[in-house]
């Protein structure tokens, strides 16, 4: 009998696990002067700085941790996706690993809610805290007064997820049969060119990914095949599958 094969399934979160994206659905559902005012900057501003500037401003208005809290639990999140990595994890071959420019407290609090608090091995984003007084304190994961990645395929100054995919698969030190890898945006097209050809990206449509994969996936040399999903379900057939 052959070994178990031994499998890497790496998430994004933001419209990948979760039918949403975190920094922006807070301030739509709590303070949408401040998501117009992020709509605003976001191209003078690096995203994970105006998140945390966004934080401060709706901290000083009275916004609340509860609030926020709450504001999590309740959004879009589909039940399938909760199933397709509840049933793979259970068969006991996947190892999962978080890759998210969130934040560590929007992930596990909403992560939490869905009873789903020990599916990953390593949830890798940017730190938050909260602050006694109620502030929710976040910073890059990249610390911008030191040493900085060095992504040559436009990953933002806070993360480059390449680059942390490749060190979390150096400290691991297994060598995966198969890495399926979960994504929706464009700067998920960085880690995706680090996998081979055996491996799997699970590419959400219509949004960034889909667009740079069609635009770049050849000149940069993208090996792995890419399989499109819309909705959650389709994950669960896929997940299935593996
Ligand atoms: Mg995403
Ligand atoms: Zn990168």
Request: with cysteine.
């Amino acid at each position: 009998m052959s070994a178990p094969k031994k499998q890497l399934v790496v998430f994004d979160f933001d419209w990948s696990m979760a039918d949403q994206d975190t920094d922006r659905w807070i301030f739509e559902v709590l303070a949408p002067d401040l998501r117009r005012k992020m709509k605003t900057l976001k191209d003078e501003v690096q995203w994970t700085d105006l998140v945390a500037q966004s934080l401060r401003e709706a901290y000083a208005r009275g916004i609340t941790r509860e609030q926020i809290i709450h504001t999590l639990e309740i959004m879009p999140y589909h039940p399938a996706m909760v199933r397709a990595v509840t049933n793979l994890k259970k068969r006991g071959e996947t190892t999962f690993l978080c890759l998210s420019n969130a934040n560590s407290v929007f992930i596990s609090t909403i992560l939490k809610s869905k009873g789903l608090e020990d599916l990953f091995d390593e949830i890798i984003t940017n730190p938050a805290e909260w602050d006694p007084s109620g502030l929710l304190k976040l910073r890059r994961r990249v610390d911008p007064e030191g040493p900085q990645h060095s992504c040559k395929v436009g990953c933002s100054p806070n993360m480059c997820k390449g680059e942390e995919l490749e060190a979390f698969l150096a400290r691991k030190g297994v060598e995966y049969d198969h890495i399926a890898y979960v994504g929706d945006g464009s700067n998920d097209f960085c880690p995706i060119l680090r996998l081979r050809a055996q491996d799997t990206n699970f590419c959400r449509t219509g949004r960034g990914l889909q667009k740079r994969i069609e635009k770049e996936g050849e000149k940069e040399g993208l090996k792995c095949k890419v399989d499109y999903w819309g909705g959650a379900w389709e994950i669960e057939e896929k997940f299935n599958k593996l």
